[in-house]
T-cell receptor, first 114, second 115 residues
């Protein structure tokens, strides 16, 4: 099975840097996703890591360590619009039809304050 | 492209009533999914489909049925609604051709209340 842990809530100041951690235990691993979800809206894709290391995409970066079952999402130069929930999701294991199941964490609600 | 659309956006049902949620995607994606999202529970997979005419159970399938008669549509049915099915339902799709990423594209959600 899959078990994903991330903090429930975080608060950070506009212009600052925040790191959202995600740890996982899985029966199989084939990639980790980060999604952003604003209140009342659908999740949208932010990043994908399948190999160890840091992936940078503008103000957002995502890091993965497969040996430690650990990832983080780094948000730089925080803006008020970054207030949202951030979902960690792990892809792994093989189900019928070749589909690899993606399991979502419960999400971290980030509040950016002035 | 509209992406992933869901119908309806909101619905209130009485216990025991039935309804069907419709999901449509215009990206020619092979995979489609139905999730429910509840406070503190995250997104939980109800059913999924790896192609037209095929469906499979996810994490929480009880009380729901699905059909994928056309590649672009994925229907979620509640035969006899219960208050425990009050939730926000999200449909998503992804491309098998992008198996290295399997990025899921989500619809706007359906907010269902069962009284």
């Amino acid at each position: 099975g899959q078990n994903i842990d991330q903090p429930t809530e975080m608060t950070a100041t506009e212009g600052a840097i925040v790191q959202i951690n995600c740890t996982y235990q899985t029966s199989g691993f084939n990639g980790l996703f980060w999604y952003q979800q604003h209140a009342g809206e659908a999740p949208t894709f932010l990043s994908y890591n399948v190999l160890d290391g840091l992936e940078e995409k503008g103000r957002f970066s995502s890091f993965l360590s497969r040996s430690k079952g650990y990832s983080y999402l780094l948000l730089k130069e925080l803006q008020m619009k970054d207030s949202a929930s951030y979902l960690c999701a792990v892809r792994g294991g093989l189900n019928s039809g070749g589909y690899q199941k993606v399991t979502f964490g419960t999400g971290t609600k980030l509040q950016v304050i002035p | 492209n509209a992406g992933v659309t869901q119908t309806p956006k909101f619905r209130v049902l009485k216990t025991g009533q039935s309804m069907t949620l419709l999901c449509a995607q215009d990206m020619n994606h092979e995979y489609m999914y139905w999730y429910r999202q509840d406070p503190g529970m995250g997104l939980r997979l109800i059913h999924y489909s790896v192609g037209e005419g095929t469906t499979a159970k996810g994490e929480v399938p009880d009380g729901y049925n699905v059909s994928r008669l056309k590649k672009q549509n994925f229907l979620l049915g509640l035969e006899s609604a219960a208050p425990s099915q009050t939730s926000v339902y999200f449909c998503a799709s992804s491309s098998r051709l992008a198996e290295s990423t399997d990025t899921q594209y989500f619809g706007p959600g359906t907010r269902l209340t069962v009284l």
